[in-house]
């Protein structure tokens, strides 16, 4: 039975600690930064490590059948509407607070050393803080208003982070890229949030949810909304056709890199769906939308990570494709199941970014995998760390990312065949770039040069102990969530039960597959995986096949390793007439109206500045002569009105 707010009341105090300890970082390292020196990233870290025990008091004292929401203040007021600003605590903000704050933390450490001579070290610790705040609040808003403020927050971060090197134009150029394409979406997040305070009566998601389980199902109003929220979800979460900012984003720092893609921005779509399932449940339509852009998403991307040579770029690709197979999840109704990947993932890709800077570090920051090779030997932590990483994210038994791909492959095949068979070609791929990766990177002969073979070396403490941290919890993760043929309790999905219990009720109960038929599946998505590991054994150990130059590419193998040439194509119909349109604008209006107008002033200004010159002579009596016939003039106006 649910806990009322008043036995909850101890549980507000770390509530608001929560997201209250990032944002005294924040104020902290900015006011105090070039004081503290390299003091700044022990007192972020341990900001966000307290963030973390704060969390961990929170589910120790919710539970699993509790719930706190609660209001701060009463912030808007206007024709008999009352906006508030306020928390809600329950089993899905639980499961985002932990990992968020977590990985957060072992993410801070790592930079610690990552970020060691960085000039901007403490600038860097502050920026991390915010966006770990703004997330928090992200997650903790009790209402589309709170999450929209945490939704623009984490917007503006992850631009001050990817052009935290600022001096690089091109680095520059991908923080604008993420932010303008993050504000398309939010174009449809803030179009949504007008028709659910107008529509549906208010923002908080208690009246919003409430409303649309009254409406009709399939309605308009219900599939606008849902739409529109959507779009939003896809912007922050990079789905097609605004993915391409995220592959950018890897022009920030490394760590930056494994806070966006695994425990921050990027999740922020998967969880505003998971919180509006109700919503979305009575708009069947949105789903197959969601089902099938998630799908399209999935495979395009893993396709493009096959040709692509530098490290980050190739694991941005994966985080594209694992965020589709999410949203094929939330399509398909499988909120649950949607969000367990959501949380392994943020365990494995975690590792796989922070290993993927360990070896950028090791190589004096070379981040193309032809002019690595045989790394294994020089950064055995690293390696053996990102090796598991790379067994996670491929399907592996009984690595954590199997059973959440697992449970999802399982739920389309019970819901659409061609679902299942595209997801299983997406993870079969996924597999064969990731291991492709590995071996290029880590295995076989080194092709880099002398100077990188001197200055090979594993990281520091700093670096490797998170890397261990999250290799543990890529191997164990996945153990929360255990199909039926292994227990009869998923843990993972009872505890989310309160949050998905009242959209259930509003579907028909889904078939599940038999143990026959879970065995097989399970069989057949590993089989295909380990495949796909030999074929690229295959080719890059046994053959010692290398990625050809970019110059020698022709054809197909083209086409992929320009990524489909969808930027190219955007700059043609969108960036290029843009930028005509605002020439003509420049000309017509500018030129033609502003400075013909601002010139106008300038003459009319002359022209009367010389003429009064003339009358300032400086002789008294001429003065005197003026005022006279002034006041002569003055008087005759009056008589004549």
């Known amino acids: 039975m649910e806990q009322t707010i008043s036995a909850l009341s101890a549980m507000i105090a770390p509530a608001l600690l929560i997201p209250a300890l990032p944002l005294l970082g924040f104020i902290l390292i900015s006011l105090f930064g070039k004081k503290l020196g390299h003091l700044s990233g022990w007192i972020g870290s341990l900001m966000i490590l307290g963030s973390f025990v704060s969390s961990l008091v929170l589910f120790n004292g919710i539970g699993s059948e509790g719930k706190l929401n609660f209001d701060l203040y009463e912030w808007i007021k206007f024709a008999g509407t009352s906006l508030s600003f306020g928390f809600l605590v329950d089993q899905l903000t639980l499961v985002m607070l932990l990992f968020i704050t977590g990985i957060g933390f072992f993410i801070h450490l790592y930079s610690i050393g990552y970020m060691h001579d960085d000039e901007g070290f403490a600038r860097f610790f502050s920026y991390l803080n915010l966006f770990v705040f703004f997330m928090l609040l992200l997650v903790m808003g009790n209402s589309y208003l709170v999450m929209f403020i945490g939704w623009e927050g984490v917007g503006l971060c992850s631009y001050l982070l990817i052009g935290f090197w600022h001096k690089n134009p091109a680095y520059n150029d991908a923080a604008k890229k ?159 199941s949607g969000m367990f990947h959501v949380v392994t993932h943020a365990f494995f890709k975690a590792l796989l970014f922070l290993g993927a ?54 739920n389309a095949f019970e819901g659409n065949k061609v679902a299942w068979i595209l997801l299983s070609l997406s993870s079969m791929v996924t597999a064969f770039y990731m291991f492709r990766l590995v071996f290029l990177t880590f295995f076989g002969s080194f092709r880099g040069t002398e100077e990188q073979r001197h200055h090979l070396h594993e990281s520091p403490i700093t670096i490797t102990l998170p890397l261990m941290v999250l290799a543990v919890l890529s191997v164990i993760g996945g153990f929360i969530g255990l199909p039926a043929v292994f227990s009869d309790t998923h843990t993972f999905r009872s505890f989310l039960n309160p949050v998905f219990e009242q959209g259930h009720t509003l579907v028909a109960e889904h078939a599940h597959p038999s143990h026959a038929t879970e065995w097989m599946l399970m069989g ?118």
């Open 178 to 336: 993420a932010f303008v394409m993050n504000r398309i979406g939010d174009l449809g997040f803030l179009l949504a949030m007008f028709l659910l305070l107008f529509y549906f009566g208010g923002l908080d998601f208690d009246t919003v949810n409430n409303a649309a389980m009254s409406m009709e199902k399939g309605s308009g109003l219900l599939i606008l909304t849902t739409l529109l929220l959507f779009v939003g979800a896809s912007g922050k979460s990079a789905q097609l056709p605004l993915y391409t900012w995220l592959p950018d984003a890897m022009a920030g720092p490394t760590p930056v890199s494994a806070l966006i893609h695994a425990a921050t921005m990027v999740t922020a779509g998967i969880y505003m769906v998971s919180r509006s399932n109700i919503l979305f449940i009575q708009a069947p339509p949105t789903l197959d939308v969601i089902l099938w852009i998630g799908i399209a998403t999935s495979v395009f991307a893993a396709v493009i990570g096959i040709k692509q040579n530098d490290i980050k770029k190739i694991l941005a690709y994966s985080t594209v494709s694992q965020l589709g197979m999410m949203f094929a999840a939330l399509g398909l109704g499988a909120f649950e």
């Open 357 to 410: 800077g360990s070896v950028i570090h090791a190589m004096g920051g070379e981040q193309d995998i032809r002019k690595m090779g045989g790394l294994l030997k020089f950064t055995k932590i690293t390696g053996f760390t990102f090796l598991i990483g790379s067994l996670a994210i491929s399907g592996i038994p009984p690595f954590a990312g199997f059973f959440s791909k697992d449970e999802i492959l399982a």
């Open 524 to 641: 057949i998505a590993t089989i295909a995986a380990f495949v796909s590991i030999g074929f690229a054994w295959t080719m890059y150990m046994k053959n010692k096949t290398l990625p050809e130059p970019d110059e020698q590419l022709s054809g197909f193998s083209k086409v992929v390793a320009n990524k489909f040439y969808v930027d190219e194509l955007y700059d043609k119909l969108i960036v290029n007439p843009i930028k005509v349109l605002s020439d003509l604008f420049l000309v017509l209006f500018d030129k033609l109206i502003i400075d013909l107008i601002v010139n106008l002033s300038a003459i009319l200004v002359d022209v009367t500045g010389r003429t009064y010159r003339l009358i300032q002579t400086g002789n008294t009596g001429f003065y005197v002569f003026a005022m006279v016939i002034s006041m002569v003039l003055f008087l005759l106006f009056q008589i004549v009105l």
